[in-house]
């Protein structure tokens, strides 16, 4: 039997594509910098603790976001760990639109959860949030039943994945309409469970609703006068059904989530550009600062998203090429051909950037605005104001005495007046960390040093002379 589809839309799947070769990189990087346990397949989880009685327990699995690798892990885990505890059923709450997975992932997914020897039932969930549309959605029919809230919805699916037990599952035939672009909500489901009076379906707006009509829940029906099951009295005239069996929430440990929340499209997009924006940023501050540092950690994290979610790899070279325009013209001073350059590409990169994700508009505009505004005003104005003096020009600078902060070896960074400058010695001597230098000469935004003791003192005289005569040239 199949439900009318009543509301279809369509959400276009495209077929699996290769891994950006930029998001190659990145994710190559991740895999340095993580512990090797951070990502790895075979992650044990902390043993369940021993919970419920004669009543047993019942796991709930909270899967919400795309499927990406790091949820399909954590769902196959939760499934050997309820197994192993001895759960009666695994319910799995979702809240998902989609997967960022091999199809293949999703098929031998759907197919465990169909041949589980423990029941497993989906509760789309909490109100207005419940989903799971697109291949998650091919899970949830994979299931033994399906709970609804009010404001959820289900379909979408995309061509059939599923194989043996999931391809015949009652549910595969219920929501049938869901594979041709159906999406099914809550008063759909409602009312053919109302005529068809079908088990596997409910209306339930709680996740309690959807527990007590489970086969493996044990309840009670308690009156006035009653114990409840922690040992109060119910009061109450009105009758009401109390749960029996115990409950647990699983969800996804820490360094799982952090690394399933930059597989979100908009996360994984924001940090990229903004990763790119702080890199360029650095380019024009002394020395490596917090910029750099928390930069290079965005990058990281949304280049690892982008690669999960198969961003289009000549939108991702669009997007680099962007900020290295900015930077180029950030450095001249004016903005030109490469800011319009920039400008272009970082709007195609981010409208072209996944294929088969949405980014949202607003994430969007927040890049793209954000990112225009930052390297057309700015960062120009920033280096205007870091690297310009607009009434007596910079030659204040030569004879100055400065800390060297870094070795100057060729090039090193220096300390003036509080100030950290790049520099670089006039001479093939280095002058560590710690000593003093001499300014004697600007070059643009680079400071040529020497050390304080041992200078050619000839050399400096003549620069003292050539200053006086000039700023006696500019008062005559």
Known sequence: MGIENRSARKRPFGSRRGLAGLGLVLVALILAAVPANALAQDTETDPAPQIGGANGFVDVVKVNGL?????????????????????????????????????????????????FPVPVSVW?????????????????????????SPGSELGDFGPSLLTGAAAESPLATVFDGGFTGGIFGYEDVVEVNTGAADPNIQDAPAILNHLLELPTFESDIINRGDALPNGAIWESDEPTRVPLTDTRFIALPLIDQQFHTFASPAVAYLLFVIGLGLLVFELFTAGVGVAGVIGAGTLLGGGYGLAVLDARWWAVALLVIAFIGFAIDVQSGIQAFWSAVGSIFLVVGSLFLLADHSIGWLPLSVGIAGMLLAMLSGMPAMVRTRFSTPTIGREWMIGE???????????????????????????????AAGERARVVEVDGLLLEVEPESGGASDYRDRRAAEHAEAIEAEQS
Request: glycine share 10%; aromatic share 2%.
């Open 67 to 115: 499927i990406d690798p790091i949820m399909v892990n954590f769902i196959h885990r939760s499934l050997d760990e309820s197994e192993a505890n001895g759960a009666r059923e695994v319910v799995l709450q979702m809240e998902s639109e989609g997967a960022a997975v091999d199809d293949a992932d999703i098929a031998e997914l759907a197919l465990r959860i169909a041949e």
């Open 124 to 148: 789309l969930g909490p109100a207005n949030n419940g989903r799971a549309l697109g291949r998650a959605g091919q899970l949830a029919i994979a299931s033994s039943r399906i709970g609804i």
């Open 401 to 431: 005495i400065g800390e060297v902060l870094e070795s100057v070896d060729p090039e090193g960074v220096v300390t003036l007046r509080g100030a950290p400058w790049r520099a670089r010695t006039n001479r093939a001597t280095p002058i």
